[in-house]
């Protein structure tokens, strides 16, 4: 089935005609690209084709809550006539009778006396079919079963509601029921149990057992209405918590935004203010114990470098001069010695001078003014603090300074966050209507499981009673069952559903084998863990889905990120929907909004161009961001925008997406109230 085209009249936010293209323009490139903010109608879109193709069996639809008339109703347009009413038209092709056809089905709808008016018209070949339009229902079946619509058409609150493993557990039990036709099973056996019950109460002779097999059958029938009203509340509940849920995430980021958070911490920013601030003060007192050794003469490293080498030359000058004092003595006995061995003239006469000469030159000096003097224990403690420990000290100064600097810039920041803390008047409001949010999503978090309970506990009173029937109406027919005839569709009946029962089990057995290779595959592919997860386990008698590691032990959702739990989902969905072997378009209405940016990676890469021959993703733009339409876009056929004109208050639809500018100053707003 490839559809080709969806017209709108007067439906939801569509105002007049709008015509939306649908069918892929290239076979390589299978995705259709929705685009549109929040209120523009992209689920319009998604329950319109549904609508379209189901009429009141529409399956899964979110907002159907209420009564068909009522639904219909309510998608009329707000400035439409509602006795003009509204339609939706889906043209589409699909193989009938081994040769492909093309169909265009037309549902019109008007308020008239007070009722709803709804008409079909279908078309093959653009010939008129009567005949199809009035077993359109039966017909469709052939075509895209009920029991696998919620395998192709879903939206990103179905994802997350998958997520759930009991609630999985009905969308698979539901999905192989249509994979294998077993819905017909049930519904066989269901038959087969009221014509074995109502045969067993036409043999009952006896007008008090009769009577009181009708009392029970009474009590049977209200235990029955009972349960479908207990869930009918449970689904209101259901559709209360969402929406509870999604006003309770809009105060948060509201929250958020405004620095409320900052001002539930105020305790915690003022502690940690405290705690760095005692942080900087030891690193400033560090610092000071520093510099009260040797440090400060780091000022003036040049200046004691000069006195050094003004004390040595000093200290040289002195030693010549002592030196000479000695020398006087020796030069004298060194002359005499000249003389007693009668040394030449000459020779005594130029030693004579040359001693004259140095004894003279070292008396004299270097000419060095005394400045600083000879003491050497100074002297040897300059040339120490010189050669290293200055160099020493110098490295643990910079460090005590690089540590204060680090305190401070720690400081800093507290102190921002700190004087960051709005007054308690600029956030009352939004922490009251968070406070609210909260407590409303608590209080239907918990009508909801009060009513799941109630659901339970009418299902269990149902079964309780239906045994009670059963059970009395075998034992009053033990001796009153004289029909040969009805005595003959019991016990034929009562086999006929048995082996019924065994053919369920043994189909479902036999498929889920295959059910649970494709549901690992799509999971292997789309997981950013690729060893998370080895082994799906389905139960053939519950339908229970079971996750297993390497080692056999089961992975609870719970345990998975939220992005995790939603390609948990996907890949469950992507599984039953390759198991059921159906050609048939999928589409999906805001998939990324609560994926992380890997998750959104390995949700477009690895699923959306092989999720089906023809994608139709309806998303907002905080969803398909310029990145991510980079690598989208070799798959993208063509992209559509829906455009909501607030003056018309309608939405027009145009080829064309968001502008690149728009998607990323929306991106980076979203960002950036996520950062706060």
Not at 327 to 332: E, F, H, I, M, S
Request: glycine share 6%.
């Amino acid at each position: 089935m490839i559809f080709e085209e969806l017209v709108l009249t007067d439906v939801g936010p569509f105002k007049g005609e709008q015509r939306i293209p649908l069918a892929p323009r290239s076979s390589d490139r299978p995705v259709v690209l929705f685009g549109g903010l929040n209120g523009a109608g992209k689920t319009t879109v998604l329950e319109s084709l549904l609508l379209a193709l189901y009429g009141g069996h529409t399956p899964g639809s979110a907002r159907r809550a209420r009564s068909y008339d009522a639904y219909l109703r309510h998608l009329i347009n707000h400035e439409a006539d509602p006795a003009r009413g509204a339609q939706v038209e889906l043209a589409f092709r699909a193989v009938h009778d081994g040769a492909w056809r093309s169909f265009r089905i037309l549902r019109r709808w008007s308020l008239t006396a007070d009722r709803m008016r709804e008409t079909v018209t279908v078309t093959r070949d653009g010939m008129p079919d009567s005949v199809l339009a009035e077993n359109w229902t039966e017909y469709v079946e052939t075509l895209a079963p009920r029991g696998v619509a919620n395998l192709f058409f879903f939206d990103g609150e179905q994802i997350e509601a998958f997520a759930d493993l009991d609630v999985a557990k009905e969308l698979v039990r539901t999905a192989i029921g249509g994979l294998l036709g077993l819905d017909l099973v049930d519904r066989l056996q269901e038959d087969l149990t009221v014509l074995e019950r109502r045969k067993r109460q036409a043999a009952a002779a006896s007008e008090e057992e009769t009577e009181f097999l009708r009392s029970q059958q009474a009590l049977l029938e209200r235990t029955q209405g009972a349960e479908s009203d207990a869930r009918l509340a449970v689904e209101h509940a259901e559709k209360a918590v969402a929406e509870a849920r999604d006003k309770a995430r809009t105060e948060t980021a509201r929250l958020t935004r405004e620095g409320g958070e900052r001002y539930q911490a105020e305790a915690e920013l003022r502690g940690r203010l405290k705690e760095v601030s005692a942080v900087k003060d030891g690193a400033h007192k560090a610092l000071i114990d520093a510099l009260g050794g040797v440090g400060p003469l780091l000022l003036v490293a040049p200046l004691l470098e000069r006195a050094i080498t003004q004390a040595g030359a000093e200290r040289h000058q002195a030693d010549n001069q002592t030196l000479a004092n000695l020398l006087v003595d020796r030069d004298t006995q060194l002359l005499e010695l000249l003389q007693q061995n009668k040394a030449a003239a000459k020779i005594q006469q130029a030693v004579s001078g040359f001693l004259t000469t140095d004894l003279e030159q070292r008396r004299a000096g270097d000419g060095v003014p005394v400045v600083l003097g000879t003491n050497a224990h100074v002297l040897a403690l300059s040339e120490r603090l010189v050669g290293n420990d200055l160099a020493d000290e110098r490295i643990y100064l910079t460090e005590c300074v690089e540590d204060l600097a680090g305190a401070q810039s720690t400081v800093d920041d507290a102190e921002r966050a700190v004087a960051a803390i709005p007054q308690f008047d600029a956030v009352e409001a939004t922490l009251n209507a968070h406070r609210d949010a909260t407590m409303m999503l608590a209080q239907a978090e918990a009508r909801l499981g009060m009513l799941r309970e109630e659901l339970d506990e009418a299902i269990d009173r149902r079964k309780r009673v239906e045994r009670t029937v059963e059970d009395e109406l075998k034992e009053a027919n033990k001796t009153l069952l004289d029909s040969e005839e009805a005595v003959r569709i019991i016990d034929h009946a009562a086999r006929t559903r048995e082996t019924l029962a065994l053919l369920r089990a043994a189909a479902t057995k036999r498929h889920v084998q295959r059910i649970q290779a494709l549901v690992l595959d799509s999971l292997q592919s789309l997981m950013r863990k690729d060893n998370l997860i080895s082994e799906v386990k389905i139960d053939p008698d519950t339908c229970a889905v079971e996750l297993l590691t390497n080692n056999g032990r089961p992975v609870r959702p719970r345990s998975l990120s939220a992005g995790e739990r939603q390609l948990l989902a996907v890949a469950l969905l992507a599984g039953l929907a390759r198991a059921s072997g159906r050609m048939l378009p999928v589409v999906i209405d805001t998939p990324l909004g609560r994926l992380d940016q890997d998750h959104r990676k390995r949700l477009i890469r690895r699923y959306l161009p092989h999720a089906s021959h023809q994608v139709i993703v309806l998303s907002t733009d905080t969803e398909i961001t310029p990145e991510v339409l980079d690598k989208l876009g070799d798959s993208v056929s063509h992209m559509i925008k829906l455009e909501h004109d607030p003056e018309s208050r309608s939405t027009i639809v145009t080829e064309g997406y968001f502008q690149r500018e728009a998607v990323q100053s929306r991106a980076q707003a979203q960002e950036g109230g996520e950062d706060l």
